[in-house]
């Protein structure tokens, strides 16, 4: 085994290596191994599409003027082909049948269900930063989650305004950043520090940006091949697949995000201790 010599600064790869090794060694692998990262994802895609797709869907309806309901919201997230926003399409109604069949009643009901949404992001921060659950006093934070996300997704997917814009990409990244920032501070009932949780919005959003690419080389055909195999079933699936993507991404940033708020401490002072 070679070593560095004296007053000789190690390679990058050699810092990337030490780090790991900190990494394992110490505390801070306990939060990844406990965290259960694919059962709380599959958890986040199975009531994401039981209780927030159907919200998204009556909130999409009310901008048919400007778009073409839900299906249109998914296609773009997705970035798919047209070939696949056809077999997307053929999932949902269109926005004027649904709001021809929607009634308050059921409005109500998909609302309180979807507040359920917000209890298993919450669970998961909270897991994430090993924090006691919330008392049920304070599930009013669901609520102004669930309105301030549904009222994003609308304003970026349905309003005509942000398509003319030349820096939409810019818009959303910043977005994006603030409000994963502020869901977190939000979620966790400011149990953790606004700085502390910047790099887990960062790279929660980093890594949606990262999925939206992929998800156009695969999600894309694979949607035009499952509806061949299987019709407009084999487009459910894929799309349930890449719910639990987004649900990797959602909870495996923040717990990235938290591993890089406790490092940033020791590698300051590291730094101060090389500088003396």
Known sequence: MTSTPAGRQPSP?????????????????????????WQRSLGFAA???????PLLI????????SGQGFAEWVGDALGVSEAARVEIGHLFALPGQ???????????LLAVFGLSFGTVVQSGYEKVWDLPPARWRARWRHVLWLAVLI????????????RGIPVRGSLTLVAGI???????????????????LLPGALLTVLGLFGLSIFSRFVFSPLIASSAVTYGPFG???????????????VFGGALTGRLVADELPRARETLRRRRR
């Open 13 to 37: 790869l050699g810092r990337i290596r030490s780090a790991i090794r900190r990494f394992r060694a110490g505390h801070r692998w306990g939060p990844v191994s406990d965290f259960d990262l």
């Open 47 to 53: 009531l994401g599409f039981l209780t927030l797709v």
């Open 58 to 65: 009556v909130v999409s309806a009310a901008g048919a003027g």
């Open 98 to 108: 649904v709001w021809r069949t929607t009634t308050a009643f059921g409005l109500a």
């Open 151 to 162: 009222g994003a997704l609308y304003l970026f997917a349905a309003s005509s305004i942000w």
């Open 178 to 196: 603030l409000f994963f920032w502020w869901s977190q501070r939000l979620l966790l009932g400011g149990r953790v520090a606004w700085i502390s």
């Open 235 to 249: 487009a459910f699936l894929v799309i349930q697949t890449w719910l639990v993507a987004v649900g990797v991404v």
